[in-house]
C-alpha cells in the first residue's frame, strides 16, 4: 500500500461492532486523545434496571447528539427499526470504524468485563445499569456475528469511503494514523 499525505483528522467518528469489541474503551481513548465528546450509545439506549428507553426519546438524543460539530459516539443500533438514529449518524460521521472482532475475542472479554464490574456501573453505561451476568444478552452476542453483523454491514456499505475494518484489536496508534490517513479508506487492517 503507497501511503498517501495525510488529510483533516476528523471529528465525528462512529465506533461500531459487536459486544465485547472494545468500542467503548477505543471511543473513550480517541476522545482523550483527539479532543473530542464521547457517547456511548448504551448509556442512552437504557434507563435504569437495564430498562429500553422509549424508542422516539432514543432516537431524539442520537439526533440531537449526531448534529452536533465533534463527537465520537460508540454503539451500533444500526437497524432500520433505529431510523434517524442510524442514518443521522451514518450521514454526519466522517470516519466509521469497524472493529469486526471474532467471537474468540469477544466472549472472553465479556466475562472479564462482567467479573470486574459485577455490581458496579461501567463507566459507559446508562446510571443505574450495575454490570451483570445476562444470559440473553450472552446468547444475543454468541449469535452476533451470524445475527447482526451482516445488518451492519449492509448499513455501512452505503457508507464504504469513510469506514476503517479491524479484524482484531488495534492498538490506538494504528487507529491515529489510520483516521488521517486518505488511503485508509475501505482498509481492512489485520495484523
Not at 479484524?167 to 481492512?188: E, F, I, K, N, Q
Request: with cysteine; net charge positive.
Amino acid at each position: 500500500m503507497t501511503t498517501r499525505p495525510v488529510t483533516k483528522v476528523p471529528t465525528r467518528i462512529m465506533v461500531m461492532g459487536p459486544p465485547g469489541s472494545g468500542k467503548s474503551t477505543l471511543a473513550r481513548m480517541l476522545g482523550e486523545r483527539l479532543g473530542l465528546p464521547v457517547w456511548h450509545a448504551d448509556a442512552l439506549f437504557h434507563g435504569l434496571g437495564w430498562i429500553a428507553r422509549p424508542r422516539n426519546e432514543f432516537i431524539a438524543d442520537m439526533t440531537v447528539i449526531a448534529a452536533r460539530p465533534a463527537w465520537v459516539i460508540d454503539g451500533n443500533y444500526s437497524s432500520a427499526h433505529y431510523g434517524p438514529a442510524t442514518t443521522d449518524r451514518l450521514a454526519r460521521s466522517e470516519r466509521i470504524i469497524l472493529l469486526d472482532l471474532p467471537r474468540r475475542t469477544t466472549i472472553p472479554r465479556i466475562l472479564r468485563r462482567v467479573a470486574r464490574y459485577h455490581g458496579q456501573q461501567r463507566p459507559d453505561s446508562a446510571p443505574g445499569c450495575p454490570e451483570r451476568l445476562d444470559w440473553a444478552f450472552l446468547f444475543y452476542c454468541w449469535h452476533w456475528r451470524r445475527a447482526v453483523r451482516q445488518g451492519v454491514l449492509r448499513v455501512l456499505a452505503g457508507a464504504e469511503g469513510r469506514v476503517i475494518r479491524y479484524d482484531r484489536t488495534p492498538p490506538l496508534a494504528w487507529v491515529m494514523a489510520d483516521l488521517g490517513r486518505a488511503d485508509s479508506l475501505g482498509l481492512l487492517r489485520s495484523g
